[in-house]
């Protein structure tokens, strides 16, 4: 309980579409769930941010949305 395990992959190259697998593992989260939304790594941290209630670090987080529709 009250755990969070992130998982990010990106093993893309500079070229191409660039998909990053990310999954998210705890009780927080929705078996199964998944997000269609484009996010990306500022994402990622803008959804740290919110969950431990930082703020941010101002450098293109403070406009990123944090990542939603998996959380119970």
Do not use: M
């Amino acid at each position: 309980a009250g755990t969070l395990f992130i998982v990010v992959f990106d093993e893309a190259t500079s070229t191409g579409s660039n998909t990053v697998y990310c999954s998210f593992y705890g009780a927080g989260v929705k078996p199964g769930a998944s997000s269609a939304e484009l996010t990306d790594h500022y994402s990622l941290l803008r959804t740290i941010e919110y969950i431990f209630h930082v703020g941010t670090l101002h450098h293109h987080d403070d406009t990123a949305v944090p990542i939603s529709g998996i959380w119970r």
